[in-house]
């Protein structure tokens, strides 16, 4: 997003969304560490100080960027999914969820600054608090955000997660969508089974980390130097780890 020539003013809601449309681009260019309110306020035109009306600091404007990168992730996923087969049938259960964990990796190659924007945490928390008490809290808000009842947020005194129900609300809610896509196409390849068939204990948490673990590989790891052609013959090899997964019993 260009800055505003003219040092032009917006009316308060404006501004906040142009703001988060600049830091958007900021984190896309260059991941969370681009991601600064002074470059964003820079760039649509507008004083330092009227940007902090909106964010009272970095973490409030990455907190913005985190929610929009983590839906993008999760469109991603549904656009892929979505595609119908060459022959213009639907795709099966298990062709859904390998469609979707495509888009996932997909994503994280082909938008690497926004890929990690959406798992970044503020290096302090508001208040100051650092050392065990803040990696605690993000490890609380991770699984929160992940979505996985009983598992992380209650080992670690926070009580039980929340349950997921579809609506989207703030950071960690944005979060969930991904993971809730994993989740629903798991339970209908359970579904579609000849017999039915129960899905395994923790099978959306194997497959979050299968894909998540790649993406990162792929990104930032030894399998960033792939050829293409390999790349992708690594990526489809994952997928059908993780769909031949779920037929184990």
Not at 153 to 159: E, Q, S
Not at 167 to 192: E, H, K, N, Q, Y
Request: hydrophobic fraction near 45%.
């Amino acid at each position: 997003m260009a800055a505003i020539p003219g040092g032009k003013t917006y009316h308060h809601g404006d501004l906040r969304n142009a703001l988060i449309g600049a830091a958007v681009d900021l984190a896309t260019e260059g991941g969370p560490e681009r991601v600064v309110l002074r470059e964003a306020a820079r760039r649509v035109g507008v004083s330092p100080t009227a940007a902090y009306r909106h964010f009272e600091g970095r973490g409030a404007l990455l907190a913005a960027v985190r929610e929009h990168a983590r839906q993008a992730l999760a469109d991603a996923m549904e656009d892929t999914a979505a595609r119908p087969r060459a022959d213009g049938s639907p795709l099966t259960a298990e062709a859904r969820l390998a469609a979707l964990c495509r888009g996932y990796v997909a994503f994280a190659v082909e938008q690497p600054g926004l890929y990690r924007s959406a798992f970044s945490a503020p290096r302090t928390e508001p208040g100051g608090r650092a050392g065990a008490g803040r990696l605690a809290g993000q490890a609380v808000e991770a699984a929160h955000a992940a979505g996985i009842a009983g598992v992380g947020a209650a080992a670690l005194g926070a009580g039980p997660a929340p349950e997921r129900d579809g609506a989207d609300c703030g950071p960690a809610g944005a979060g969930v969508r991904a993971f809730g896509l994993l989740t629903d196409a798991l339970a209908a390849v359970s579904a579609a089974a000849r017999p039915p068939r129960a899905s395994r204990p923790a099978a959306e948490v194997a497959a979050w980390s299968a894909v998540h673990g790649l993406s990162l590989l792929l990104l930032e790891g030894p399998l960033r130097r792939l050829p293409a052609q390999r790349r992708d013959d690594v990526v489809e090899s994952t997928l059908a780890m993780v769909v031949s997964g779920t037929r184990a019993p």
